[in-house]
Nanobody
Framework: QVQLVESGGGLVQPGGSLRLSCAAS????????IGWFRQAPGKEREGVSCISSSDGSTYYADSVKGRFTISRDNAKNTVSLQMNSLKPEETAVYYC????????????????????????WGKGTLVTVSS
């Protein structure tokens, strides 16, 4: 069975850091891209960062570039997202997702595009950025 399980969420002060982890089981990361999406209250799910399992290519949303880093450990079948200098507006549920497209196409997916090419989602982990 395919499973994606997120961990590492919690409460952090503005400017603080968190490291999220996505543990995959039931498949190998070698053949899929993995992405991190987030959904804040009242807003649509948006791509944060994605990584290719084939060549290690990465993609970052402009809003997080320079502050977030995505990484992959195929041996452990995990993908992590290091988040630094967190902002209150980045409070959201963060989801790990398996993709069947390039990271460039995957991470710009929106509700309008329908998140096509993404077949399995984790249940999410809540990140709250507040004083």
């Amino acid at each position: 069975q395919v499973q994606l399980v997120e961990s590492g969420g919690g409460l952090v002060q503005p400017g603080g850091s968190l490291r999220l982890s996505c543990a995959a089981s039931g498949f190998t990361l070698d053949y899929y891209s993995i992405g991190w999406f987030r959904q804040a209250p009242g807003k649509e799910r948006e791509g944060v960062s994605c990584i290719s399992s084939s060549d290690g290519s990465t993609y970052y949303a402009d809003s997080v570039k320079g502050r977030f880093t995505i990484s992959r450990d195929n041996a452990k079948n995990t993908v992590s997202l290091q988040m630094n200098s967190l902002k209150p507006e980045e409070t959201a549920v963060y989801y790990c997702v398996r993709g069947m497209t390039t990271v460039q196409r995957m991470c710009v997916a929106t509700e309008v595009s329908g998140y096509s090419g993404m077949d399995y989602w984790g249940k999410g982990t809540l990140v709250t950025v507040s004083s």
